[in-house]
Structure formats: C-alpha cells, structure tokens
Nanobody, 126 residues
Framework: QVHVVESGGGLVQAGGSLRLSCAAS????????FGWYRQVPGKARDLVAS?????????????NYADSVKGRFTISRDHIKGTAFLQKNGLKPGDTAFYYC??????????????WGQGTQVTVSS
C-alpha cells in the first residue's frame, strides 16, 4: 500500500510559477512511475506529465509531457524519498484545474497497482 499526498497548489497570475509536490509513503520501494494528471469539472482526468523510473541504477528515467505543457512544465522525482515534483512555469488560465498525482508500483511478482492522492487545486488568473 502507498499513501499519496499532493501539495503546492494555489492561486497565481498568468505567467507565474508553481511547484507541486507529490509525497508517497508506505511501500515506496516498489514505485516504478509517477504521473501528474489534471481535471476540470465535467471533463476527464488528463495526463500532464509522467516519469518512469529507469529499470536499473544506470538507466535514465523516461519522461513524457502532454503537448499543451511541453516547454513550460518539468517533472522530476526523488526516489529515495518517494517524492515527485511538477515545476510549472509560464502558467496560463487554461492550466486551471485540480491536479492529481498517481503513483505506480510493481511488486516482485510483477503485479502493478496504482494509487491516487486527493489532489490540489491550481487556479491561474488572467
């Protein structure tokens, strides 16, 4: 089991920056990926950015971004602490949403599970 808590949301003016944090606790040893999603009322939850941890200590992480945030958002992680971050620069009113962190784990048997946090609201004013 993994418990996920997001933080760092808030109100910011267009062009500003925010840094979201995703803290995972519990069985963090099995974490294989973090993902940031966002959702606005009445719409589906969309993937914003993901980071998949390299399969070996010398392997690079695999990172993906939604086209709408490329060049503005940066995802990173601190695996030792089971924490991921989403640095958001050049924020636009269209980035206003509830942001959720998803944590993917894979155990020694190869079974995967994913866990969601409660989310954090980001509001960008024009």
């Amino acid at each position: 089991q993994v418990h996920v808590v997001e933080s760092g949301g808030g109100l910011v003016q267009a062009g500003g920056s925010l840094r979201l944090s995703c803290a995972a606790s519990g069985n963090t040893f099995d974490i294989t990926a973090f993902g940031w999603y966002r959702q606005v009322p009445g719409k589906a939850r969309d993937l914003v950015a993901s980071i998949t941890i390299g399969s070996s200590p010398n392997s690079a992480d695999s990172i993906n971004y939604a086209d709408s945030v490329k060049g503005r958002f940066t995802i990173s992680r601190d695996h030792i602490k089971g924490t991921a971050f989403l640095q958001k620069n050049g924020l636009k009113p269209g980035d206003t949403a509830f942001y959720y962190c998803n944590v993917l784990t894979t155990d020694s048997w190869g079974f995967s599970s994913d866990y969601w946090g409660q989310g954090t609201q980001v509001t960008v004013s024009s």
